[in-house]
């Protein structure tokens, strides 16, 4: 193997170096006069290339209309001396880490004939350019090639990499082998150590556990199966037993003050529901709701999953919802955090039933005071500090409302409703109220055929199928870390557990499922779920549950080969679902995924014993041997302790002299209340020709639609609208008012729709 390298001009538009310049004089290095980019391509082959080979690659790689911009040579110069105050910063993907970029470029090149490409990775590198007058300033600084971070601070550094996925090259690439080892699994020694063992591993692991936790795995290895866990089957527990899965506090018993309340908080909230059914198909199950929909005139290929003619076909299609938050991963890394709550959302719309059909989006965001630079606001407090570890309110609201557009546009799903606020201030009783940990809120509607709305159960013989991206390690313990109270958890912890999305590969996966569905009765998806907090610990045993399987951890397609069996097992990697299919129809479905260049893998199969069983054939041994009627059946009920904490409200008091423009002013100044088009004017709000109703409405577009809809098919006119209702402030005087005016709401936002 060698690297051949190949490099493009520039990296950032002359827009995006003022603005990094910009942030350069604000945050770290206001010496830095000038920035030269460039991209290099580290494209490793496997043998030398003939002439007709790299031309084809040369093709691919450089720029069609400015062909001067790209070469086999470098557009900057080395480093020179300290003396010129000019370097290089190089970042690019970690070497163990073959980046989704890389794995589409390598497809695009197999097809293309250069098969003797086997990974190709592209790298930044950044020329700085130091103002001459400021040379004195810098004589004690080293700021060689090797050694440039001296001098700049770790803002600047997150401005231009992700130190989860990428890393500075101290010099040019010659091989992509690290020499890392994989961890290997190891015993927890309860037995020798007792029950303090399992704390210890609790703390450095941050897994999450309380001591209830603690006392029932502790009971449950060493009384019940009478041997020491493994640290897979600990981080195992953490994730699929953790509140974010779990819900144990929506489901447990509440004592507030010292009185047990009747019933709990998910039977408060199915009560409407049981009392009034209505057009509901599913509720409080599987990853989406749905309700009864209509006879629907639907566009469907001919013979689905292969190259065919599209026809008419009349079909009962029900109509779904699903909602969720992605506010821990949005809080740590905005961007990718609110990406990956997209992507999962979507997902929870392709995993209901057997399989469901996405349509459009929704997206909300709640942070602090934005405290905008030069944009001061009376009622923001300048003394409020905020964690090192989250990101400030004022780049969540960008950046997070950036990545769920982002997503949205490459997957094709638009956006087409939400809400911002921003708030924060000290209340009366002089306690500090404000979204330090944002909300990130999705929502998305679609729809399913009639047909596919009932899973089947898990049989003997059945296997247990990945589809989507491959294992990285990224979104490691996200559904133990989500579960924390904000700051008992490490800051690099928290950092590890938020994922980096994908949405090319999740396309590619969404148009397997919808082949599938459109298979209709031929359908090969026995049941799917969606991979989300936990990865393979929560999903492989919500698929396989009761009937167990036996999974081969060595089966599981990897993006990087030094994953400990850990890593591999627990990392929440995107655009990942896990399927059953009959053995009789995994050569059709084979054939979709090919068809789509979508990775898949057959990692076990159902053996009815009611056991979860990881095998690692690298080594013959178990890293988790667990009955899952004692990990996820009927376990026992929490008990949660609440004391009522009296508000300290006081009459409304206006001041004598107001001003009636500058209250005016005020209530214009708030992000709720003033126009939204920084959020709907990055997004697409149309794609896919079902929309008849998004955000912005009349001639001048504004933003003001309180309902939205989309039409169920471009040939019919029925559809479905949605609505939102919010009242999060209200809370602090009266939770109950609250909580009614929330629903009014969302109920008058929906009457300008016409439904049934």
Known sequence: MSLLHLYLTPVLSEAGKSALLSDLKINSAPDIQDILTEYCYNIEITGPLTSGEFKTLHWLLSETFMPENFSDKSFLDHPSSTVDRQFLLEFGPRMNFTTAWSTNAVSICHACGLDKVTRIERSRRYKLIIEDKKIGSWEDKEISTSQPLNFLTSKFLELIHDRMTECLYPEPLSTFETGVNPEPVFEVPLKEKGRSALEEINREMGLGLDNWDIDYYYNLFVNDIGRNPTNVECFDLSQSNSEHSRHWFFKGRLIVDGKEVPRNLMDIIRQPLDALPGNSIIAFKDNSSAIRGFDVPAIVPDKPGEFSRF????????????????????????????????????????????????????????????????????????????PDNLASPLEIEIQASNGASDYGNKFGEPVIQGYTRSFGMRLPNRERSEWIKPIMFTGGIGQMD????????????????????????????????????????????????????????????????????????????????????????????????????????????????????????????????????????????????????????????????????????????????????????????????????????????????????????????????????????????????LIAQQQCTGPLQLTVSDAAVVSQSHFGSTGSAISIGEQPIKALLDPSAMARMTVAEALTNIIWAKIT
């Open 311 to 386: 026809k008419k076909a009349l079909l009962n299609y029900h109509i779904i919802l699903t909602a969720e938050t992605h506010n821990f991963p949005s809080g740590v890394a905005p961007f990718p955090g609110a990406e990956t709550g997209t992507g999962g959302r979507i997902r929870d719309i392709q995993a209901v039933g057997r399989g469901g059909l996405v349509i459009a989006g929704t997206a909300a965001y709640c942070v602090g005071n934005l405290r905008v630079p030069g944009y001061e606001l009376p009622w923001e407090d300048n003394s409020f500090r905020y």
């Open 450 to 689: 009639a047909r596919q709305t009932e899973k089947e159960q898990p049989k003997k013989g059945m296997l247990v199928v990945k589809i989507g991206g491959p294992a990285y390690r990224i979104g490691i313990g996200g559904g133990a870390a989500s579960s924390m109270i904000q700051g008992e958890n490490i800051a690099e912890l928290d950092f590890n557990a938020v994922q980096r999305g994908d949405a090319e590969m999740e396309q590619k996966l969404n148009r397997v499922i919808r082949a599938c569905i459109e298979m209709g009765g031929s359908n090969p998806i026995v049941s799917i779920h969606d991979q989300g907090a936990g990865g393979n610990c929560n999903v492989v045993k919500e698929i396989i549950y009761p009937a167990g399987a036996k999974i081969d951890v060595r089966k599981i397609q990897l993006g990087d080969r030094t994953l400990s069996v850990l890593e591999i097992w627990g990392a929440e990697y995107q655009e990942q679902n896990a399927l059953l299919i009959k053995p009789e129809a995994i050569g059709m479905f084979e054939a979709m995924c090919l068809r789509e260049k979508v990775p898949y893998s057959v990692i076990g199969s159902i053996t009815g014993d009611g056991y979860i069983v990881l095998h690692d054939e690298t080594d013959g041994s178990t890293p988790v041997d667990l009955s899952l009627e004692k990990i996820l059946g009927d376990m026992p009920q929490k008990t949660f302790h609440l004391d009522r904490i009296p508000p300290e409200n006081r009459p409304l008091q206006l001041p004598e002299n107001i001003d009636i423009k500058e209250a005016l002013a005020r209530v214009l100044r708030l992000v709720s209340v003033g126009s939204k088009r920084f959020l709907t004017n990055k997004v697409d709000r149309s794609v896919s020709g």
